[in-house]
């Protein structure tokens, strides 16, 4: 076997019903990291609204901060194609990863 061969083999896309099992899985992680945003957000306000003085100190903006790139950095990790690891970013994705072309919804 000649060393092109192994690297096509590498290449190969993985098994399909894994594939959109895993999708399915990041898909649902997805909506649940977009729920705790929104609640985030929405706590975030009242607090500002109700109790604006407890937003005031340097360490409340470090902690929403930090909150806010721990979040970003589990979104940037999660939503990502199972096949080939392509960042969906904000794309809506509509059955077909648009980076290697597999099927990821029926
Ligand atoms: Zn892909």
């Known amino acids: 076997m000649s060393l092109f061969d192994e690297l096509r083999i590498d290449r190969t896309p993985g098994e399909p019903v894994a594939i959109k099992a895993e999708y399915?899985?990041?898909?649902r992680r997805q909506a649940w990291l977009?729920?705790?945003l929104i609640a985030l957000l929405a706590s975030g306000g009242i607090l500002n609204h109700y109790?604006?003085?407890?937003?005031?100190?340097?360490?409340?903006?470090?902690?929403?901060?930090?909150?806010?790139?721990?979040?970003f950095g589990l979104q940037l990790r999660n939503w990502r194609c199972?096949?080939?690891?392509?960042?969906?970013?904000?794309?809506?994705?509509?059955?077909?990863c648009p980076g290697c072309r597999v099927q990821?919804?029926?």
Not at 82 to 96: D, E
């Open 51 to 71: 109790r604006p003085e407890f937003l005031k100190p340097i360490w409340a903006r470090v902690v929403a901060i930090a909150i806010m790139l721990v979040w």
């Open 82 to 96: 199972p096949g080939c690891n392509m960042y969906f970013g904000k794309r809506r994705i509509k059955s077909q």
């Open 34 to 36: 977009y729920a705790v």
């Open 24 to 27: 399915r899985v990041r898909a």
């Open 104 to 106: 990821l919804e029926d």
